[in-house]
């Protein structure tokens, strides 16, 4: 087998990364770059003109006849619209390549189309594209041919911004502005930049393409709208982390190799709880690319999929009663010299800045549960989220017994003077203890949890882009910092007011840590008692993106203006009742092209069977129970699918937005669970052979 892989090789072969940069640019203009790239200084166009025309030779290199300014709109996709390099023809009838700066920095994309939210009426509707230097530019090669990608942000004509990229760009700048004010004040002279760090865990679904073109329900809506549970669900735990069968493991083989060379860096793979579900995770990187690279990995998934006859679905719970998928938000804080300020640290000069960090960021998850929560509402995820499995839809803060300990100590007196296990004293500040390095435990039933030197958001949803979540921490933080910052530069006695301020947070937020059970009962009533919210589905979260709260923070980091933020609300809402809508209506044209039908045809083979029996003289009871019970059940699904049908057709006189989403989550949802159960009743009776669509076990044991 010529199979042999040199991943150092490959490693990055397609990105246009800084040992390219540095092979092809001349000096200066690398220097220019870099500058650009890490000072945020503006790019003159002469300058522009050369990279562009260097990447350009490269990418033709690589195969590329066409490049596309690579953004991020609000669909939760990416975008691209492609142009070759070709320019006018010569007079000899030549054409040459060409790629300006200009061309590189910029674009102009008619994508009038995409969700604005009411910030763009179609007469205004230029929307741009801007060169987001600080994450690589890379060749895409596939069936199409290779394609140039340049990362962009995509604004309006205005300025306000259209897609993921600009705010998690503006938000990366407020926390490195108000975190390098911080340690500052803790003695950090060299420092010049601090980026969040961000890694994130992708889960999915793998089925037989076959198989997944006969569920029309897989097709339209990325989850199964009917479904009876398998005789074997995941109640054996024999799938997670169980050897990686042969038609997967080739699977993963080509993921991670398009990812490698994309300079995606693919490390971990394993199975998941339920039965062909799996995980991929790269190693961290700095934000935006983190998240411009999940992107790519969701691409990846879906394309290399088709290619080996599978299907990756990559929806939050692509089936019911079986685990769902989840995107695990790694987060934390790294400066330009590589110290992770979430690091515990050895030295008591690190513990207390650590700790003052890490009451600071419980401060923020508490002060805006409502936000973090709501950056992870998709539609999908309200079947995940609180139901028995992922983490509980309240936000709370898993910290592992030791921290706990200390936050408890802090409270009790204002001052820790032990950390459990350790038993080490000796802090060099007068209240705080050493910590171990190893100072958590794990909690899987956590929704934002510590793990060693960073958080791990785990509500996210696995089809989402983790932009979003990103923003919103980063802005909360920063506004943390920033409001201690103001304190602690006023102080006279630094030390002192770093301890009261841990004092005061700490019992002011002490009710947001929670190290139990976050699946169980007990939980809901006890997070209630404490007061903290308690969003139970996405259409319910969507205003806490527009409370007073979060339009002050938001403007106040220049993340976010109220209007983009109304904006956004507004694309959320119309996002959630499209999404019903199509589901409904898949539903009710399966149930009436398709099951109900095959119910009938069953009934029509039982009703003859009955007679053929009667007629023979032998016992038919069995016979003519099956058929009361189908019957029944078929009663049952009709009468529910007429109710399902006039619902959905009543949401077209209610106001879009708002008021047709409540709708759909209140009307039409429930319509549709009462069609699902006699529909999936009736499966468990009616013959195999006869049932329109393969079943759950068709799907998910026989890949
Ligand atoms: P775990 O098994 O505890 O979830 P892993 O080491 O497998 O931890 O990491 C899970 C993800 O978290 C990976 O994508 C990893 O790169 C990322 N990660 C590890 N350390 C950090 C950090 N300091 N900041 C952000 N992400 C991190
Ligand atoms: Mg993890």
Known sequence: MSDFMNVAEIFGENVFNDTVMQERLPKKVYKDLKKTIEDGKELDLVTADVIAHEMKEWAIEKGATHYTHWFQPLTGATAEKHDSFISAP?????????????????????????????????????????????SPAFVRQDAGGATLCIPTAFCSYKGEALDQKTPLLRSMEAINKETLRLIRLFGNTTAKKVLPSVGAEQEYFLVDREAYLKRKDLVFTGRTLFGAMPPKGQELDDHYFGSIRERIASYMKDVNEELWKLGVTAKTQHNEAAPAQHEL???????????????????????????????????????????????????????????????????????IQFLFILICILR???????????????????????????????????????????????????????????????????????????ATDRNRTSPFAFTNNKFEFRMVGSRDSVAAPNIVLNTIVADVFSEACDILEQ??????????????????????????????????????????????????SIDEMVSDKAVKVFEKFGVFTKAELESRAEIKYEAYAKALNIEARSMIDIASKHIIPAVIRYTKELAETVNAVREAGADYEVQAD??????????????????????????????????????????????????????????????????PMPSYGDLIFEV
């Open 281 to 351: 995770a790269p190693i961290y990187a700095q934000c935006n690319v983190a998240v411009d690279h999940n992107q790519l990995v969701m691409e990846i998934l879906k394309k290399v999929a088709s290619r080996h006859g599978l299907h990756c679905l990559l929806h939050e719970k692509p089936f019911a009663g079986v685990n769902g998928s989840g995107k695990h938000n790694n987060w934390s804080l790294t400066t330009d010299d590589g110290k992770n300020l979430l690091d515990p640290g050895n030295t008591p000069h690190d513990n």
């Open 90 to 134: 010569m007079p000899s009838g030549k054409v040459l390549m060409s790629f300006s700066g200009k061309e590189l920095i910029k674009g102009e994309p008619d994508a009038s189309s995409f969700p604005s939210g009411g910030l763009r009426a179609t007469f205004e509707a230029r929307g741009y594209t801007a060169w987001d230097c600080t």
């Open 364 to 438: 923020a998850v508490d002060n805006y549960a409502g936000l973090l929560r709501e950056s992870a509402a998709d539609p999908g995820n309200d079947h995940r989220l609180g139901a028995a499995e992922a983490p509980p839809a309240i936000i709370s803060v898993f910290l592992g017994e030791q921290l706990e300990d200390v936050l408890e100590q802090l409270v009790a007196t204002g001052e820790a003077t032990r950390s459990i296990e350790t038993g080490k004293l000796e802090t060099g500040v007068r209240t705080l203890p050493d910590l171990a390095k190893d």
């Open 491 to 540: 102080a006279d006695d630094f030390e002192m007011a770093v301890h009261d301020l841990i004092k005061e947070y700490a019992i002011q937020h002490q009710r947001i840590v929670f190290n139990g059970n976050g699946y169980s009962e007990e939980w809901v009533e006890e997070a209630k008692r404490r007061g903290l919210p308690n969003i139970k589905s996405m259409v319910e």
């Open 626 to 691: 099956i058929l009361h019970k189908v019957s029944r059940l078929l009663k049952e699904a009709k009468t529910a699918l007429e109710k399902l049908e006039i619902v959905t057709y009543q949401a077209v006189d209610k106001q879009e937005g708002k008021e047709q989403a409540f709708w759909f989550y209140e009307e039409v949802s429930p319509a549709m669970e009462a069609l699902r159960k006699p529909v999936d009743e009736l499966e468990m009776i009616v013959a195999k052979d006869m049932w």
